[in-house]
């Protein structure tokens, strides 16, 4: 879900060749990396941690266990580089957006304003 919403976003700040559309797509890449790493490292890991009997744990439980804690440090840092690439990618475009909405709002109102006559 959270890898749609992120791709939604990257496609509603086009163009993907600006600086806040590229962290978006870099956050969207890094998360399905993530996503993958997840599920062929560590869910195969934990489900053998999970099953393990704790009165008669099998031979190398302790090593797994540590092998665990690294990985998950690999994956808590990938999941802080997308978070910080996806806040980089949105707070960008919205200073772009905002400094166009204020340059449209500066031309309208001097457009608007009344002429005097000297």
Not at 14 to 21: I, K, L, N
Not at 82 to 98: I, K, M, Y
């Amino acid at each position: 879900l959270a890898l749609a919403l992120i791709l939604g976003v990257a496609f509603e700040h086009r163009p993907m060749t600006t600086a806040p559309g590229l962290f978006i797509l870099l956050a969207a890449v890094i998360l399905a990396i993530t996503i993958l790493f997840t599920i062929t490292m560590l869910v195969p890991l934990n489900n053998r941690i999970a099953k393990m009997d704790p009165g008669n744990p099998y031979d190398c439980w302790l090593q797994d266990r540590c092998r665990w804690d690294k990985l998950h440090h690999v994956r808590v840092i990938l999941l802080i580089m997308t978070f910080l690439l996806l806040l980089t990618g949105l707070f960008a475009t919205a200073g772009v957006s905002h400094n166009l909405t204020d340059a449209r709002t500066e031309a309208v109102s001097v457009e608007s304003s009344p002429r005097s006559c000297s």
